[in-house]
């Protein structure tokens, strides 16, 4: 029975992406699909998509993040899980995550990865500092899942409009666990460290202005929906933070950026369209579940 699709997006890497793939190939059995998704700038050199893999090309003005919903939305298994270019597993690399999923009621389970040359281990995002954007190194309670390496729930990720096709891998993350957390859903961290790739794969962008902005804008948009739990720092609190920031030359971009995004209110409907859009999907869903079991109960009591 197939349990769970493996979607990894092609970006700009052949060695990257083959060295992911044949790693999952080397560990894959009947319970996994793999999915590489392109925005028809892979020519499949090895004719992987003859048995091994499926292929998916997403139309060539894609974004990254509308390339995923659409792997997303193509995979047949209950469970999906990405993973980026230069990713790598050992054997069985899925079943932690996979079971505490099935078994518990959680919507997200994240897999712990493992940093190429060095000791470290990236958990997640850390909960506490979001709309932010700061790794975890730690495991604990507060650990948020980073999009790569994470096993979702295709039917909660399909509900709550998948990723923000207006944001890139990182913001897209960011905004997600944000979301989630406003819908009350519930995501987890698995111990085994099955899963390891370079810093950078892991990390994504160096945390900078871009970086800092991004994470204003996503932070404006939610602080203007009531009950998304997200309050924005007035200006001059944000403006202070950016003074105390000078002093340390590799977090005054990012305060920078920071103060530039939350000004920046161009997310702000595309946010509470979502929310607004996830809720009663979310609501729709449990209805028709609700309904469901009382059908089943009737069906039982009249055998």
Not at 158 to 166: A, D, E, I, M, Y
Not at 207 to 230: D, L
Request: glycine share 6%; charged share 25%; net charge negative.
């Amino acid at each position: 029975m197939l349990r769970l699709s493996i979607i990894v997006p092609f970006l700009d890497d052949h060695a990257k992406l083959e060295s992911t793939l044949l790693s999952l190939l080397e560990n894959r059995n009947s319970e996994l699909e793999i999915l590489v998704v392109h925005n028809g700038n892979y020519d499949d050199p090895y004719q992987l998509g003859d048995d091994e893999v499926v292929l998916i090309q997403a139309p060539e003005a894609y974004s990254h993040t509308e390339s995923l919903n659409l792997a997303v939305a193509a995979a047949t298994a209950p469970a999906v899980q990405i993973l980026l270019p230069g990713m790598r597993v050992q054997q069985d690399w899925y079943l932690p995550s996979l079971r505490k999923l099935e078994r518990e009621d959680w919507d997200a389970v994240a897999s712990p990865c493992a940093v190429e040359q060095s000791s470290q281990v990236v958990y997640g995002l850390d909960r506490a500092a979001l709309p932010h954007r700061r790794l975890a190194s730690k495991m604990s309670n507060h650990v948020a899942p980073l999009l790569a390496g994470t096993i979702f729930r295709k039917k909660i990720l399909r509900l709550v409009g998948g990723l923000c096709p207006q944001l890139g891998r990182e913001g897209a993350e960011v905004e997600l666990q944000l979301l989630m957390d406003a819908m009350d859903l519930r995501s987890s961290i698995a111990s085994d460290v099955l899963i390891q790739a370079p810093h950078r794969v892991v990390a994504g962008l160096d945390i900078g202005y871009e970086m800092g902005k991004t994470c204003g804008q996503i932070a404006c948009a939610y602080g203007a929906v009531e009950g998304s739990g997200v309050e924005v720092d007035s200006l001059a609190k944000q403006l202070g933070h950016l003074a105390g920031g000078l002093m340390n030359p590799k977090s005054v971009a990012e305060r920078l950026g920071w103060v530039m995004g939350i000004r920046d209110r161009s997310l702000e409907n595309t946010i509470r369209e979502r929310l607004v859009q996830a809720a009663d999907r979310l609501d729709e869903a449990a209805e028709v579940e609700r309904l469901q079991t009382v059908d089943a109960q009737k069906t039982r009591r009249a055998a």
